[in-house]
C-alpha cells in the first residue's frame, strides 16, 4: 500500500495560481510513476500531469502544457503540481496517483494507488 494524502485545493480567480501537494508514504516511493488525475462534472477521470520515477520525464495533457508543472521531491515523498494561468475549465477535483510501471500511464483505471481528492475551483 502507498497511501497518498492531497492539499492545497481551494477557490481562485481566473488566471491565479494554485500549488497541489500530495505526501506520499513508503520506502520505494522513487521507483513510482506519479500523477495528477482530475474529474470534472459529467465527464470521466483524465490524466493531467504525469512524471516518471525513474528519469523524472513529464507529461502534460494538452489542455494544461505551459501553465502547470509537475515535480517530485523523493527525498520527501511527495510530488506537486503548480498551476499557472487557471481557467474555469480546470475546476474539477484533483486526484494524486501512483503506479508501480510506465505502461497505460494514460489509462486512469491501470494505476494503482489513489488519494482522496482535493477541490479546485476557478471563477471566472
Known amino acids: 500500500q502507498v497511501p497518498l494524502v492531497e492539499s492545497g485545493g481551494g477557490l481562485v480567480q481566473t488566471g491565479g495560481s494554485l500549488r497541489l501537494s500530495c505526501a506520499a508514504s513508503?520506502?520505494?516511493?522513487?521507483?513510482?510513476?506519479m500523477g495528477w488525475f482530475r474529474r470534472i462534472p459529467g465527464k470521466e477521470r483524465e490524466f493531467v500531469a504525469i512524471i516518471s520515477g525513474t528519469t523524472d520525464t513529464p507529461n502534460y495533457h494538452d489542455a494544461v502544457k505551459g501553465r502547470f508543472t509537475i515535480f517530485r521531491d523523493n527525498a520527501k515523498n511527495t510530488v506537486s503540481l503548480q498551476m499557472n494561468s487557471l481557467k474555469p475549465e480546470d475546476t474539477a477535483v484533483y486526484f494524486c496517483?501512483?503506479?508501480?510501471?510506465?505502461?497505460?500511464?494514460?489509462?486512469?483505471?491501470?494505476?494503482?494507488?489513489w488519494g482522496q481528492g482535493t477541490q479546485v475551483t476557478i471563477s471566472s
Open positions: 496517483a501512483a503506479k508501480k510501471d510506465f505502461r497505460d500511464i494514460y489509462d486512469y483505471t491501470r494505476w494503482d494507488y
Open positions: 513508503g520506502r520505494t516511493f522513487s521507483t513510482y510513476t
